[in-house]
C-alpha cells in the first residue's frame, strides 16, 4: 500500500487525532469570510485597555472581542515571549553540542565504558542541566 498517493488524509486507521492535531489532518474548515466591520466609540483610556489586553493575550483586539462575545473558541495559547534572536541562536547551538556529547556518553555507556571520562562528562552535563534549570526559573520570575 502507498502512502503517498492516498486520497484519505484523516486520522489512521478510523483512530482520533493526535493531541497536536486535535482538529484532525484531514478535515476541511467551513469558516465564514470577516468581510464586515463594526465600528464603536470609546475613550482613549479604553482603547489603550483593550489593547493591552489583547497584546497579553497574545491575540488581536478584534480576536479578543470576538472571543469575549461567545463569537469565536479562546484559544489558550501562551503569548510568544520576546527574546532577542542572537540568545536563540546562541543557545541552539549549545543544545546541538550538548547533544553530540549525549550522544558520545551513551554510545560509550552501551560500550561498557564507565571510566573516569564517562563519568566526568555525565556529571558535567547534569551540572549545566541544574544550571540552566536555575536560569529558565530565574527568567519566569522577571
Known amino acids: 500500500m502507498s502512502y503517498a498517493g492516498a486520497a484519505d488524509t484523516g ?3 478510523g483512530q482520533q487525532a ?3 492535531n486535535p482538529t484532525g489532518a484531514g478535515k476541511a474548515r467551513t469558516k465564514e469570510p470577516l468581510t464586515e466591520t463594526f ?3 470609546c475613550s482613549a483610556a479604553e482603547k489603550a485597555q483593550l489593547r493591552a489586553k489583547a497584546e497579553a493575550a497574545g491575540l488581536p483586539a478584534a480576536t479578543l472581542l470576538r ?3 461567545g463569537l469565536t473558541e479562546a484559544r489558550r495559547r501562551k503569548p510568544i515571549p520576546r527574546v ?9 547551538r549549545i543544545g546541538g553540542n550538548l547533544n553530540q556529547i549525549a550522544r558520545w556518553l551513551n554510545r560509550a555507556m552501551l560500550a561498557g565504558r564507565t571510566d573516569l571520562d564517562c563519568l566526568t562528562v555525565a556529571r558535567r552535563l547534569m551540572v549545566i542541566e541544574r544550571q540552566l534549570a536555575q536560569l529558565l526559573e530565574e527568567a519566569r520570575r522577571c
Open 11 to 13: 486520522p489512521c486507521e
Open 67 to 69: 472571543e469575549a462575545l
Open 18 to 20: 493526535s493531541p497536536s
Open 84 to 92: 532577542d534572536p542572537a540568545l536563540v541562536l546562541a543557545v541552539g
Open 39 to 41: 465600528v464603536f466609540r
